[in-house]
C-alpha cells in the first residue's frame, strides 16, 4: 500500500531560522512527488514537482530535493509569511489514466517575528 | 492565476437534507476533483472526471454523488446528509501536458477554497 509519512506534525521557528521538513515515502514505482502549500481555511496551493532522484527545485526561500526514499523541503530564512501547512504527495505508477494522488498529513510549519 | 470557485465556503445544515456543494474553473481544465479533508488529516480523493460525461469514485468510499455535463462544472451532490459527514470538502481541476514525448505527465492541480459542511 501507498504511504506518505510527513515529520515533523509541527514546527516552530525564529524568523531567520533556517530548517527541513520531512517526506517519507513507500510507493510501488514513483511518477512524481509533489509539494503544496496550505494556508488556513484555504485550498492547496502548488509548489514544486520532481520526478527522479537527485533533482532539486528551488523558489524563494523554499528548496525541494528528492532521494529514491523521501523528500525535503528546506526553508532558508523563513519569514512569518511562510507560516502554513505544506503538504507532501506522490502519484504511484498504476497504469495508463491514474490520477490519483497519495497525500501525507502535512507540516504545520510557524515562523515567529 | 488559478480560477477555481466553490460555493458556499460554510454551510450547516440539519441531518436528512440534500445538499449540492457547487465547484466551478474557468481554466478549461478536462479534470476534476473532489477531495475530503479532516482537521490534521490527509486529503482524500473521493471523486474525479475526466471530461464532460465522464465520472470515477476515488479511494475513499463517499455516499455523496457527482455529475460532469459542462467542461466548467462539477458539482457534488449528498442526498441525505448525516453528521459523518461533516468535514471540509475541497474541489481541484488539473493542467496536463505531456512532456519528454509523452512518457511523463506534468500534473499540477489548482484547488478551490473548500466547503466546510456541518450537519447537525
Known amino acids: 500500500e501507498d504511504q506518505v509519512t510527513q515529520s515533523p506534525e509541527a514546527l516552530r521557528l525564529q524568523e531567520g531560522e533556517s530548517s527541513s521538513l520531512n517526506c517519507s515515502y513507500t510507493?510501488?514505482?514513483?511518477?512524481?512527488l509533489f509539494w503544496y502549500r496550505q494556508d488556513p481555511g484555504k485550498g492547496p496551493e502548488f509548489l514544486f514537482t520532481l520526478y527522479s532522484a537527485g533533482e532539486e527545485k528551488e523558489k524563494e526561500r523554499l528548496k525541494a530535493t528528492l532521494t529514491k526514499k523521501e523528500s525535503f523541503l528546506h526553508i532558508t530564512a523563513p519569514k512569518p509569511e511562510d507560516s502554513a501547512t505544506y503538504l507532501c504527495a506522490v502519484r504511484p505508477y498504476s497504469g495508463a489514466g491514474s490520477y490519483q494522488l497519495t497525500f501525507g498529513k502535512g507540516t504545520k510549519l510557524s515562523v515567529i517575528p | 492565476e488559478a480560477d477555481i470557485y466553490q460555493t458556499p465556503r460554510y454551510l450547516v445544515i440539519g441531518t436528512g437534507k440534500k445538499i449540492t456543494l457547487e465547484c466551478s474553473q474557468t481554466m478549461g481544465h478536462d479534470k476534476m476533483y473532489w477531495y475530503q479533508q479532516d482537521p490534521g488529516m490527509e486529503l482524500h480523493l473521493i471523486h474525479y472526471s475526466y471530461g464532460v460525461n465522464s465520472t470515477e469514485k476515488g479511494d475513499l468510499s463517499s455516499e455523496s454523488t457527482v455529475s460532469r455535463i459542462r467542461t466548467e462544472h462539477f458539482p457534488l451532490t449528498l442526498e441525505s446528509a448525516r453528521p459523518s459527514h461533516t468535514s471540509q470538502y475541497l474541489c481541484a481541476s488539473s493542467d496536463l501536458s505531456n512532456t519528454l514525448g509523452g512518457s511523463l505527465l506534468r500534473e499540477k492541480l489548482f484547488f478551490g477554497s473548500g466547503t466546510q459542511l456541518s450537519v447537525l
Open positions: 510507493v510501488s514505482g514513483l511518477r512524481g
